[in-house]
């Protein structure tokens, strides 16, 4: 299950989560982030229970994008324990993201 993730719910979404959160950080007009899209949504699915997804449009224009200093996108962030613990930017394998999940979990 993918969460919309805001600035009013981070807090309590992702730094509050007692499971991992990856947060994806992605533009509607972004080709690179519409190729990741569906690795993330799969990842979604096979990490459900352990690992909570969320997305979070840059061009919300709430503030989250310069709270958490997003200057490329795509850019991926894992939570653990209300800390950020990985960031990865650009598109990459789905073989790759869970091989950084999996050394996470």
Not at 15 to 33: E, K, M, N
Request: hydrophobic residues 40%; proline residues 4%; contains cysteine.
């Amino acid at each position: 299950m993918e969460i919309n993730v805001t600035a009013e719910n981070f807090d309590t979404e992702v730094l509050g989560s007692d499971i991992p959160v990856l947060v994806d950080f992605f533009a509607t007009w972004c080709g690179p982030c519409k190729m990741l899209s569906p690795i993330v949504d799969r990842v979604a699915d096979n990490y459900e229970g352990r690992l909570k997804v969320g997305k979070y449009d840059i061009d919300s224009g709430d503030g989250l994008t310069d709270k958490m200093g997003i200057m490329s996108v795509p850019t991926l962030k894992i939570f653990k324990g209300g800390e950020e613990v990985h960031t990865s930017v650009g598109a990459m394998s789905q073989a790759d993201l869970e091989a950084i999940i999996d050394g996470i979990l």
